[in-house]
């Protein structure tokens, strides 16, 4: 059987040290811990960035681009339903259009009448409405049928993604992916809005080539300016942040704190409160990113690309405030389903301990733009591969998944694995290691339940699952300040395989209570007879927390500062607690 615990570890340093010398120690630390050994990998000048050339098919790419300008034909971006989408979307309209070519559209699938990518569909409807290229940006690897219909209709299509594709490749005009086997692999960490820059960045190249600024009395326009999305894309998607990425995202973080961006995510900023100065990747991904991704999950994500585009600073307030409704409608609705799950796996296994190895929960009430935030939080609670399904609510009896998993946990294996075994068992599947999407009839989900949980348990038999919690070790009472806090913030940007500095630590527990009924406020002795600091741990296990029986704990955590009345305050945002008895 599979055994799952939590396993905090504490990360070793680097050996080799030729970090600048005026580094504070602490950050010292964190560099090293993280593999960074020298000045050249705390670059963040966009000198450093790659070149475009690593991009396989890029100059191809451009080429065909150009015959499309000269001859004013209809450009067509097909984008997706999330954050990475839609500012990818935008960064290419705005890029071209900042050219000097206007004969550009865009076209978002919607998430509910069209599925994702660039389908049969949606080339039919826009070969009726006069398109002369596609270019799809963030999607369009795993597109067979779409492109087919774009040949049938002799509507050349260039492929700018980042999903892994997989042995069979679509008979595009032009692919340009990082992670396909004849790119290098200098820039496979790219978002699909790192991706749709880079390409942007070689026309411009190609275009001053040939004369295009000059023949219009116009210079080049300067494409770092739109690096305020690349920022935000390449945060929200999650994408790891390698050196290249860093830099792509501290310039547009800076860009944004000098509010040199797209008035729509000064919107966004304002409404949400953000401090500009005090910007962070935390605030792209877990408030700016969430209101753009209500858009998608919720209704149309034209509405968050038309924020993106819009230069009108009071249509943008306009369009921010109704995404800020329908997130907090999503807030709603994730909530009452985060309750039903609860309850499924309470009435189905009543221990954890009797929990399956794989889990799969569904009810016919649940949204299916929302079960992958379910299928996230359930895999943080029980800490093993989790889908999570709803009706496509157009009554047709199929059921939307989407599976979250946990590391040595392959999730796209195990569906392949599946597949093989049950091969008409899923309509539809794709994904990779950490998450997945998958379609099935609704009378075969207890079958697929049945079997998703032996193929996990088979392909992982007598393996030890741990949640692996990493920490930069403990801090020193002196440490606890403000301006610890700032020197870490500024030492970012920090995001997936480059994570913001955690400490661990065992503290006295003064006070606790629960706020909104899921989170827990804390307040902390540092040690004995030492000062008291606030502390918020987002989410917990209800049943458990809080617990008066409790007066000493043992914390992962961050720091991060508060303000109250105008002064700044340190706290701790607990990402674990275990009590000490």
């Known amino acids: ?47 450093k960035l790659f070149s475009f050339r690593s991009l396989y098919n890029i100059d191809k790419a451009v080429v065909l681009i150009h015959d499309m300008l000269l001859n004013n034909r209809k450009i067509v971006i097909v984008g997706d339903f ?100 004849k790119c290098s692999s200098a820039l496979c960490s790219l978002a699909g809005v790192g991706v749709a820059f ?76 953000c401090s500009f100065d005090e910007l962070s990747t935390y605030d792209l991904s877990y408030v700016l990113g969430p209101r753009i991704n209500a858009a998608g999950r919720l209704h149309d994500m034209s509405k968050g690309v038309a924020l993106l585009l819009t230069d009108d600073l009071n249509q943008a307030r306009m369009l921010s405030a109704e995404l800020d409704i329908l997130n907090q409608n999503r807030k709603k609705i994730e909530t009452v389903m985060q309750n039903d799950a609860w309850k499924l796996c309470n009435i189905l296994h009543k ?21 992958g935030i379910i299928a996230s939080r359930l895999k943080e609670r029980f800490h093993r591969p989790v889908v999570a399904f709803a009706p496509t609510g157009i009554g047709d009896g199929i059921l939307k998944g989407s599976g979250r998993s946990v590391e040595n946990l392959h ?42 949980s032996k193929v996990v348990e088979k392909l992982f038999k007598d393996k030890s699952v741990s949640c692996i919690v990493w920490s930069d070790g403990c801090l020193k009472p002196s440490d606890f300040s403000v301006e610890t806090a700032d020197l870490l913030q500024k030492a970012g940007p920090w995001g997936n395989s480059f994570p913001e500095p955690t400490f661990d630590g065992k503290f006295e527990l003064i006070k606790q209570r629960l706020i909104n009924k899921k989170h827990l406020h804390v307040l902390l002795r540092i040690f004995e007879n030492g000062p008291v600091i606030n502390g918020v741990s987002f989410n ?5 927390w809080p617990n008066n029986n409790i007066n000493k704990v043992e914390l992962l955590y961050r720091l991060d500062i508060t303000k109250y009345r105008g002064k700044r305050f340190i706290q701790l945002i607990i990402d674990y607690l275990w009590p000490i008895y």
């Open 351 to 371: 221990e954890e301990k009797n929990l399956p190895p794989g889990i799969t929960v569904y009810h016919p009430t649940w949204h299916q733009g929302v079960v």
């Open 82 to 181: 999330d954050a990475d989408g839609a500012t990818s979307t935008a960064l290419v309209v705005l890029a071209l259009r900042s050219m000097g070519y206007k004969n550009v559209q865009y076209v978002i699938p919607n998430r509910f009448k069209d599925g994702y990518g660039l389908t049969e569909q949606i080339v039919t409807n826009l070969h009726k409405n006069g398109a002369d290229m596609i270019i799809t940006v963030d999607n369009g690897i795993s597109s067979h049928e779409g492109i087919t219909c774009a040949k049938k209709y002799n509507i050349p299509v260039i492929i700018t993604d980042h999903h892994l594709p997989t042995d069979n490749l679509p008979d595009a005009q032009v692919i340009i992916n990082p992670n396909i086997s």
């Open 540 to 544: 917990v296990d209800t049943n458990y």
């Open 411 to 452: 999730l796209r294996d195990i569906l392949s694995h599946l597949n093989m075994l049950k091969p008409k068992l899923m309509l539809k599947f794709g994904g990779h290691a950490m998450a997945a999407g998958l379609s099935i009839k609704e009378s075969d989900y207890y079958e697929f339940s049945k079997h998703f």
């Open 198 to 273: 880079y390409l942007m960045i070689a026309l411009r190249t190609y275009l001053r080539e040939k004369g295009w600024f000059s023949k219009k009395c116009m210079d080049p326009p300067n494409l770092a300016n739109l690096l305020d999305l690349v920022a935000l894309g390449t945060v929200v998607d999650a994408v790891p942040l390698d050196l290249n990425n860093r830099i792509l995202v501290w310039q547009g973080l800076n860009r944004i704190r000098s509010g040199i961006c797209r008035p729509g995510i000064i919107a966004l900023l304002e409404l949400s409160n």
């Open 1 to 47: 059987m599979l055994n799952y615990k939590i396993e905090l570890r504490r990360r070793k340093a680097t050996i080799n040290n030729s970090l600048p010398s005026h580094l504070p120690p602490l950050i010292k630390r964190v560099y090293l811990n993280r593999g960074l050994c020298n000045s050249e990998q705390l670059e963040r000048g966009t000198k």
